[in-house]
T-cell receptor, first 115, second 112 residues
Framework: AQSVTQLDSQVPVFEEAPVELRCNYS??????LFWYVQYPNQGLQLLLK??????LVKGINGFEAEFNKSQTSFHLRKPSVHISDTAEYFC?????????????FGTGTLLAVQP | ETGVTQSPTHLIKTRGQQVTLRCSSQ?????VSWYQQALGQGPQFIFQ???????GRGNFPPRFSGLQFPNYSSELNVNALELDDSALYLC???????????FGPGTRLTVL
């Protein structure tokens, strides 16, 4: 079974500073990776996804992530954060079983942007 | 294009009761997946429905059951509620069973 590890439960950062949220996955087969954002009392919104091709993936709101197969990582980055980026961020991998695709999520990282 | 909607937004039940949560999939989507997100945790896969049939299930007991209707909307039913069932329940729809999933806003269930 596949799994996802988010190494930091909380990342405090000052506004306009860069940030990296770490994600490692375990899989011996081809992987499809996602980053979702969850604002307070809301559902999940897709930030970006890696399915194949370029290992540098650009998403919404200025976020990007790099797929690194040798390190089994998919870290999320933003060069300059805003207060509005304060939210919970989840890394996820798709696990296929028969006709089913289910998302396996990490435990999340709270990005806390301070003025 | 209407996104995924869920009802109700919040619900309070007592232990032992039964609950039904509802989800309307995005227009044109025939697959619905349900996830449970406990406080401080990532979402956990409950099950997936494709064209009215359950085609995959996570590690949840049989008291968690579901339905998908001909219009592809879906229900999640939980019997004999336990305190640990308190969570945010998320519904996601996709165009086909192996496609990208789009999430609804969730239903917050509190079991007292």
């Amino acid at each position: 079974a596949q799994s996802v590890t988010q190494l930091d439960s909380q990342v405090p950062v000052f506004e306009e500073a860069p940030v990296e949220l770490r994600c490692n996955y375990s899989s011996s087969v081809s992987v499809y990776l996602f980053w979702y954002v969850q604002y307070p009392n809301q559902g999940l919104q897709l930030l970006l996804k890696y399915l194949s091709g370029s290992t540098l993936v650009k998403g919404i709101n200025g976020f990007e992530a790099e797929f690194n197969k040798s390190q089994t990582s998919f870290h999320l980055r933003k060069p300059s954060v805003h207060i509005s980026d304060t939210a919970e961020y989840f890394c996820a991998v798709v696990e296929y079983g028969g006709a089913t695709n289910k998302l396996i999520f990490g435990t999340g990282t709270l990005l806390a942007v301070q003025p | 294009e209407t996104g995924v909607t869920q009802s109700p937004t919040h619900l309070i039940k007592t232990r032992g009761q039964q609950v039904t949560l509802r989800c309307s999939s995005q227009s044109g989507h025939n697959t619905v997946s349900w996830y449970q997100q406990a406080l401080g945790q990532g979402p956990q896969f409950i099950f997936q429905y494709y064209r009215e049939e359950e085609n995959g299930r996570g590690n949840f007991p049989p008291r968690f059951s579901g339905l998908q209707f001909p219009n592809y909307s879906s229900e999640l039913n939980v019997n004999a509620l336990e305190l640990d069932d308190s969570a945010l329940y998320l519904c996601a729809s996709s165009l086909e069973e192996r496609d990208e999933q789009f999430f609804g806003p969730g239903t917050r269930l509190t079991v007292l």
